[in-house]
């Protein structure tokens, strides 16, 4: 059974870096042909698609978050990291890591706020 969990700091300052990992277990994020997913969703809003990692190691960004993005993995510890630089109150949201494609699978999510 596969299984994502999030973790990292849950506050995070304005114009600092939220930085998150997604530990994955019951299946290896260095084979296998899927593609592992960073997903945001602000209070009252719906989901924004943050970036993707494929299993080969490539990556790609939401065109809107682009410049300000980073997902990285470490194979060893079968995680993957999501980095959002120069963050503000607007990066306030739950956030998930996933697997997909189908079958979809999510973490619970982590409550990450910005404020000062």
């Known amino acids: 059974q596969v299984q994502l969990q999030e973790s990292g700091p849950g506050l995070v300052k304005p114009s600092q870096t939220l930085s998150l990992t997604c530990t994955v277990s019951?299946?290896?994020?260095?084979?296998?042909?899927?593609?592992w997913h960073w997903i945001r969703q602000p209070p009252g809003k719906g989901l924004e698609w943050i970036g993707y990692?494929?299993?080969?190691?490539?990556?790609y960004y939401s065109p809107s978050l682009k410049s300000r993005t980073s997902v990285s993995r470490d194979t060893s510890k079968n995680q993957f990291s999501l980095q959002l630089s120069s963050v503000t109150p607007e990066d306030t949201a739950m956030y998930y890591c996933?697997?997909?494609?189908?079958?979809?699978?999510w973490g619970q999510g982590t409550q990450v706020t910005v404020s000062s």
């Open positions: 019951g299946a290896s994020i260095g084979t296998n042909d899927y593609v």
């Open positions: 990692l494929r299993y080969g190691g490539n990556t």
């Open positions: 996933a697997r997909g494609p189908s079958p979809w699978v």
